[in-house]
């Protein structure tokens, strides 16, 4: 199994939700491609890693600039959810947002049509905790876990999945 990490486009957790093109350090997209491609001809089980649970500050990327901060969770207290990981900084998204459907789906389309993996793996699905999501996307404050697996359920069904904590079967 081969599972690149470190060819995101802005770095390791950086500019969620956009992961590709590759980040110059790791090379073109046709570069990432045939390495792919090469991977696969020797046997090998292609497995990007992404995250599709949060969107990523400094820099955000281009499709988080595009969408501003309306795709964005709202918490009990009316605001923003703010995440840290390590010195990585970002947002809890609303998995019901159309900006956060898109930019997903558009990660999906990547790695099955413009660079195509065997299976598709998706950080945090399933480990993330419950939250109330006050915003106005969602169908319901209750509803951000739901939303989470029915994107993993969508997704499942374009591409093999592996996520945190069994979702991938769950979905």
Known sequence: LYHPSRYLKGGFDKEYPD????????GTMEELVDLFRTAQARGHLVSPYTNPTWWCDHPRGPSFISAGEAPLSIGLNGQTIHEQYAKN????????????????????????VDAPVDLLFQDQCGARQFKYDFNPASPTP???TEGQLAMNEEDSRVAPLGTEDGWDRAA
Request: aromatic share 18%; charged share 25%; net charge positive.
């Open 142 to 144: 209750l509803a951000y």
């Open 89 to 112: 900084d970002g947002w809890t998204i609303c998995f019901w947002h159309p900006d956060v459907q898109k930019a997903n789906r558009k990660t999906v389309r990547e790695f099955t």
């Open 19 to 26: 992961h590709l093109p590759p980040n110059k350090d790791y």
